[in-house]
């Protein structure tokens, strides 16, 4: 009957109606053919063709009847698609791969180059002065040119990689401002060493680049000191214990310009009246 259920226990059966009553139906088909399949195998085939009676699964019905139960289905089939997205791998988790590391990029120690600036600016008079390499001529040149202003350039800088800057110094003369000589000293224990002398007329020298720079300017016969023929511009670089020449340029200068206007035909006049 109906409303016994399959241990044999007496229960009313509950009023069904619709599409409740096919569900019901269903079941009790299912427990039906289960049952017979049972019988059939304790019994055991009668011949050897024989095959058991159509088993076919027992169908689940999910019917949501409340606001409650579509929450909760809505909830496990969120929770279904959230494990099929996180097993990608056989471990059934995202294998993302080793975890990148940061590194820093090491600091460069500072370098040990000396600054341009020296900690205190030298006498570049009295340097000259007690210098055995300067000659007498020049020593006996240089006087003041007004009050104590010496005809005297002075430039530090980075030449010779030592603990301090190196100094350079041109002598001049105090009317035209040509040189007389160029000297270069370097600090070795606390003293300034003369590293570097060239004295001739119209030399000059300066830093350039870490690199010593001397203009030498070339005069042919005949001309005045203010107005060369050309000029020798020559740079050094430190090699060890001294300066060794790098390269060599020669400059010509045009012997048109600085004396004095270039005579030139006078441009030819005509008169309208002219036939």
Known sequence: ??????????????????????????????????????????????????????????????????????????????????????????TGTRDEGAASVATAEPVSPPTSEPSALPAQDIDPVALLRRDPKVSGQVKADLKPCARDAYPVDTSYGNLTGGTAPDVVINVMTCDDAVGLGTYVYRESDRRYENVFVAEEPAVYATIDRGELVVTRQVYAKGDPVSYPSGEDVVTYTWADTRFAERYRVRNNYSGAVGNGPVDAPAPSTTSDNDD
Do not use: H, Q, Y
């Open 1 to 90: 009957m109906r409303g016994l259920r399959r241990d044999g226990e007496s229960k009313p059966a509950p009023r069904t109606t619709g599409r409740a009553a096919d569900e019901r139906a269903a079941d009790d088909r299912a427990d039906d053919e289960w049952r017979a399949d049972d019988e059939w195998r304790a019994a055991g085939p009668a011949t050897a063709d024989a095959s058991p009676p159509k088993r076919f699964p027992k169908t689940v019905t999910l019917t949501v009847t409340t606001a409650t139960g579509g929450v909760a289905l809505a909830a496990l089939i969120g929770f279904g698609l959230f494990v099929i997205g996180c097993s990608t791998s056989a």
